[in-house]
């Protein structure tokens, strides 16, 4: 029994014990807020000094009574008391702290919507106050704290001339009491180096290098284009700050300053003398037939075929410009451009009388009698003369002479047969010898029988002309037994012409 009643007492105890602990002593102070033992009194906890990176996002850090706010870089915090209030006493802010803050976030910090109803925020340049202003690019918390937050027009306030303001940093009051931006720039109070371009922005400046050259260190220090990616189609030349497209020879800028296009040169400014073809970045000059490029590649020269050759013509090559031609000597025409051909004057031009026959040859013609006979020779058929057997004098000659005509060509090879002579009677019991009989002096012919009844004449030496020979081929008959003999000669005029064609 007593052991019961000593547990029940010790349990009252402990429980007394605890109640006494829970309890609020005057040395404790809410969120926020910490003991001052020297004032003994409560003192706000400036969260923004203590608490490291308290504010993400780019926003910055406004201690509040109590907490901290987290504001954007271009909010406005504004008062509409003619006089800015005096911080507040940190015996009042106790009770004042309850209505300053409008959301609190977990960590104590507080997501920007309301401030004190009066004073200068801790820590800022900013000016408070309890404006109540309505819009859509306002926040208004329970005590009607606004704060802007507008980034076409950050500084734009009531339209009040009583109020005065103070602007923020990089801001100045207007004549229209509006905090506007201060162009550094322009004022010149930046602190850009010569070689970088100064940029305005809200509230500030930055500098920034100019187009075509990067920041490296402290100083700007040209972009080589060049040596990046390729930005020409054919050559890059680089120039500070920029750089420019050039076109190898042949090739133009096409209007994008960056692609290539092949120059027709045979168009633009044709330099070739005759022929012209335009290939890829360049041309080439060619020439009419009968013409040959000079050393310059440009101008075309004549070709003397007549020195390149000596068998273009078989006469004469006669050079012309960009051709030739080839003449023949008189008594000769041109066939087929190049090859001489005898005239036969005797058919275009026959000049001999009456009484005489025109002989053709290779480069001419001769008139001869048509009656060549002699005495005693009469005439008996066309170039055929006779004897008679009741003369005489005829017993010793020959019983008949027939003239005969040839042309043959100067240089002619050899030996050549040229002439065949033949029995035109042939009598039994007979044996016909061949000879020549005179014009052989000086052996350029030989007669060569072969058959009983004629001979070959043939040419042994080569002859040149213009030149006529007369040669009396002689046919000796003799009969068998030796009681008949008679003789026959062919005279033959051969006529060598001037040329070997």
């Not at 720039?185 to 100019?210: E, K, M, W, Y």
């Not at 009598?427 to 029988?449: D, P, V, W």
Request: aromatic share 8%; glycine share 6%; net charge negative.
């Amino acid at each position: 029994m007593l052991k019961a009643i000593f547990l029940t007492m010790l349990t009252l105890a402990l429980v007394k014990s605890q109640d006494t602990e829970e309890t609020i002593t005057y040395t404790q102070c809410t969120d926020g807020y910490e003991w001052d033992p020297v004032r003994q009194q409560c003192k706000d906890i400036d969260e923004c000094d203590i608490v490291p990176d308290a504010c993400k996002g780019g926003m910055k850090c406004v201690n509040h009574y109590g907490g901290y706010l987290c504001l954007p870089k271009t909010a406005q915090i504004i008062v509409n008391n003619e006089q800015p209030q005096q911080e507040t006493p940190a015996a009042e802010s106790v009770g004042a702290s309850a209505n300053a803050v409008a959301t609190s976030s977990a960590g104590g910090g507080v997501a920007a919507s309301g401030v004190a109803t009066s004073g200068v925020v801790p820590g800022t340049g900013y000016v408070v106050s309890a404006a109540a202003v309505a819009g859509p690019e306002v926040q208004a918390g329970r005590n009607n704290f606004v704060i802007r937050r507008n980034p076409a027009d950050p500084q734009r306030i009531p339209a009040n001339p009583s109020h005065r303001i103070q602007c923020a940093t990089g801001y100045e009051q207007s004549e229209h009491n509006i905090c506007q931006d201060i162009d550094e720039c322009t004022a010149g109070t930046h602190n850009c180096r010569t070689d970088q371009v100064c940029i305005n922005l809200r509230g500030s400046f930055a500098c920034q290098c100019p187009p075509g050259y990067q920041k490296r260190g402290e100083q700007c220090v040209d972009i080589d284009e060049c040596a990046m990616p390729p930005y020409c189609h054919q050559r890059c030349v680089n120039t500070p700050g920029s750089f420019y497209c050039q076109c190898s020879p042949g090739f133009q800028l096409a209007a994008n300053n960056y692609t290539c296009v092949d120059i027709n040169e045979c168009d633009a400014s044709n330099q070739c003398a005759q022929q012209c073809y335009n290939i890829l970045g360049s041309f080439i000059c060619q020439c009419n037939q009968g013409y040959e490029l000079s050393s310059d590649r440009l101008n075309c020269e004549d070709i003397d075929e007549c020195r390149t050759s000596s068998y273009l013509c078989q006469y004469q090559c006669v050079n012309e410009p960009g051709k030739f031609s080839c003449m023949c000597p008189q008594g000769y025409q041109v066939v087929r451009s190049r090859t001489c051909q005898d005239i036969n004057e005797c058919e275009t031009t026959n000049e001999c009388r009456e009484d005489e026959m025109c002989w053709n040859y290779h480069g001419g013609f001769r008139c001869y009698p048509r009656n060549p006979c002699q005495d005693p020779y009469v005439l008996t058929s066309e170039n055929r003369c006779v004897c008679p057997v009741s003369n005489a004098v005829c017993r010793e000659l020959p019983q008949s002479i027939v003239y005969k005509y040839m042309s043959i060509r100067s240089d002619r090879s050899v030996p050549s047969d040229i002439f065949q002579i033949q029995a035109t009677t042939i009598y039994a019991n007979t044996i016909n010898t061949f000879q020549i009989k005179s014009g052989n002096e000086n052996g350029e012919f030989y007669l060569r029988q072969t058959s009983p009844v004629s001979a070959m004449l043939v040419l042994v030496k080569s002859l040149s002309g213009p030149r006529e020979y007369i040669v009396d081929l002689e046919m000796l008959t003799v009969s068998s037994i030796g009681t008949y003999r008679t003789s026959s000669v062919l005279r033959l005029t051969i006529i060598v012409g001037p040329f070997s064609f």
